[in-house]
C-alpha cells in the first residue's frame, strides 16, 4: 500500500462507504458533531481541550479545514463515513501512527465518530471492519488503539467482536495528562 498521505484510500461495503472527509460534509457532520447524545463516545484525548462539540456550520467548517489542514501535514487522516443508503455522512474515523513515551508508542490509533443514533454494537462493528484490518499497514504499526468509555456497551461489543481486548495501559498525553479506557488489538 502507499503512502496514506500521498493518497487516501477509500473502503466500502455493501452499507458503507469510507473515504476522505470533504468540505461538501460539512451540513451532514454537524448533525453528528452537534449531536449531545453521541458527544459523549467521541476521544478527545490529547486534542488541546477540544471536545469535538460542533454546533454551528461555521465552527463544523473550522473543523473540516482544521482535519484536511492536518492531513497535509502529515498527522493524521480523516475518513467521512458514508450510509450508502442515504448518501449522507453520518460520523468519521480519524486514524494515526502514534508516537510516545507510554504503552501506546508507535500504535494506529483509532477514533470513531457517529451519530447517536448509530451507536449500536452492529453497525459500529460493520464500520470498524472496514479499515481496521488495514491500520497496521497504512500507518506501519504492530498495534491498533481505540478509547471504549466503560459507559460505552455498544462499543465495547464491537471492539470485542474483532478481537480488541481492553488494557489498563494509560495514554499520556504531551502535557503530561494521563487517559484510560482504551482497547488494544495487536497484529498477527
Not at 481541550?49 to 492536518?70: P, Q, R
Not at 480523516?78 to 504503552?103: H, M, Q, V
Not at 495514554?171 to 482497547?183: C, E, H, I
Amino acid at each position: 500500500m502507499k503512502n496514506i498521505y500521498d493518497g487516501c484510500p477509500k473502503f466500502e461495503n455493501v452499507r458503507w462507504l469510507l473515504r476522505f472527509v470533504e468540505k461538501s460534509d460539512s451540513e451532514d457532520l454537524l448533525k453528528v458533531y452537534g449531536d449531545k447524545n453521541a458527544l459523549p463516545f467521541f476521544n478527545s484525548d490529547n486534542c488541546d481541550g477540544d471536545n469535538f462539540y460542533y454546533h454551528t456550520k461555521e465552527l463544523m467548517d473550522k473543523a473540516i479545514d482544521f482535519w484536511l489542514y492536518s492531513y497535509r501535514e502529515k498527522w493524521f487522516v480523516r475518513w467521512a463515513i458514508i450510509d450508502k443508503a442515504t448518501g449522507k455522512a453520518i460520523g468519521t474515523i480519524e486514524s494515526f501512527k502514534r508516537l510516545s513515551e507510554d504503552d501506546f508508542n508507535e500504535s494506529g490509533v483509532l477514533r470513531l465518530d457517529v451519530g447517536s443514533s448509530y451507536e449500536r454494537a452492529g453497525v459500529l462493528e460493520e464500520i470498524m471492519s472496514l479499515i481496521v484490518p488495514h491500520i497496521f499497514e497504512m500507518f506501519d504499526c504492530k498495534q491498533v488503539v481505540t478509547k471504549v468509555p466503560v459507559y460505552a456497551v455498544e462499543r465495547a461489543a464491537a471492539a470485542e467482536a474483532l478481537g480488541f481486548e481492553k488494557t489498563d495501559s494509560l495514554l499520556v498525553a504531551k502535557d503530561g495528562v494521563a487517559f484510560n479506557g482504551y482497547w488494544i488489538l495487536k497484529k498477527k
